[in-house]
């Protein structure tokens, strides 16, 4: 997702398994599907690495799955803003609350 015209996922770990059943369907990935998404997205940084051991921030689990859900995944996390969710208290954000209340479209005059 590009907040206000910068793109928020800078760097894009793809960890695998080079023996691994699990890691069959990354493989197949980074095989068919990981070159076209590096050319659609330049400023995207794609690193692939053999590791076994998950140290990354957002780690989504791609066991068994196909080329084309990892794809769909890897957009997810190209899209994501990166900031965490803040749950409101109430539906009335601010920082200067009325005197009078909050209006409503109820009030009759």
């Given at each position: 997702m590009a907040l206000r015209g910068v793109w928020q996922l800078h760097k894009l770990i793809v960890s695998y398994c080079?023996?691994?059943?699990?890691?069959?369907?990354?493989?197949?990935?980074?095989?068919?599907?990981?070159?076209i998404f590096k050319e659609k997205n330049p400023q995207l940084e794609v690193v692939t690495e053999?590791?076994?051991?998950?140290?990354?921030?957002?780690?989504?689990c791609v066991k068994n799955m196909d080329p084309e859900d990892i794809?769909?995944?890897?957009?997810?996390?190209?899209?994501?803003?990166g900031?965490?969710?803040?749950?409101?208290?109430?539906?009335?954000?601010?920082?200067?609350?009325?005197?009078?209340?909050?209006?409503t479209t109820a009030v009759k005059y």
């Open positions: 080079n023996w691994g059943g699990s890691s069959r369907g990354i493989r197949a990935f980074m095989e068919s599907q990981l070159p053999l590791i076994r051991e998950n140290k990354n921030q957002r780690v989504i794809l769909l995944h890897a957009t997810r996390l190209r899209n994501a803003l900031r965490k969710v803040v749950k409101l208290r109430s539906r009335d954000v601010t920082k200067h609350p009325s005197v009078q209340g909050t209006w």
